[in-house]
């Protein structure tokens, strides 16, 4: 199966500033999911983005198929951006659509 | 919108008991799939559905099974209960089948073995 890998593994963020996640994988992925998991363990769908650019409120996404990366921006961050990131990717050409995820990147926008 | 609902939301077992997780995927949603994160981890794939049928499984122990039943809720059976199986269980749903498309998930279910 694909190799997903996130980075950075831990953020420390002033509130109003911005940020980059990075998501490598490490075959062609057609499913490409990014999540947020609250405190409460709660996994909030953020994009579903195989390849191009989606952007919501503060957040977006960019995922480039051909270079099997896809980046998360936050900008303005809120305390309540706390949490851990999830990229998670699946690949249909091997009969499964079974999602794999990374390791997640844990973050922590303090006041 | 309507999204994944699991049931119970927090369940306490012990030792060699068994569990069933109940979950109701989103209206018209024809696939379900489960998955398992232990403490700290990240989520790890159990199972999957397509139209009642199985077409997928991952690292789900010999002591669990699982089906979709007719109006597609799907129940994760749980037997001989171990203390590593104390984990957060996300049941999720997508329409679309073997196209894939937007896997939504549940609130999950907590499952604490003792």
């Known amino acids: 199966g694909i190799q997903v890998e996130q980075s950075p593994p831990d953020l420390i963020l002033q509130e109003g500033a911005n940020s980059t996640l990075r998501c490598n994988f490490s075959?062609?992925?057609?499913?490409l999911q990014w999540f947020h998991q609250n405190p409460w363990g709660q996994l909030i769908n953020l994009f579903y983005i195989p390849s191009g650019t989606k952007q919501n409120g503060r957040l977006s996404a960019t995922t480039v198929a051909t270079e099997r990366y896809s980046l998360l921006y936050i900008s303005s961050s809120q305390t309540t951006d706390s949490g851990v990131y999830f990229c998670?990717?699946?690949?249909?050409?091997?009969?499964?659509?079974?999602?794999?995820f990374g390791k997640g990147t844990k973050l922590s926008v303090i006041p | 919108a309507a999204g994944v609902i699991q049931s119970p939301r927090h369940l306490i077992k012990e030792k060699r008991e068994t569990a069933t997780l109940k979950c109701y995927p989103i209206p018209r949603h024809d696939t379900v799939y489960w998955y398992q994160q232990g403490p700290g981890q990240d989520p790890q794939f159990l199972i999957s559905?397509?139209?009642?049928?199985?077409?997928d499984k991952g690292s789900i122990p010999d002591r669990f099974s699982a089906q979709q039943f007719s109006d597609y809720h799907s129940e994760l059976n749980m037997s001989s209960l171990e203390l590593g199986d104390s984990a957060l269980y996300f049941c999720?749903?997508?329409?679309?089948?073997?196209?894939?498309?937007?896997?939504?998930f549940g609130p999950g279910t907590r499952l604490t073995v003792l």
């Open positions: 999720a749903s997508s329409l679309g089948g073997l196209a894939g498309g937007t896997q939504y």
């Open positions: 998670a990717g699946a690949y249909s050409g091997a009969g499964s659509y079974q999602l794999t």
């Open positions: 075959d062609s992925v057609n499913n």
């Open positions: 559905f397509y139209e009642k049928m199985q077409s």
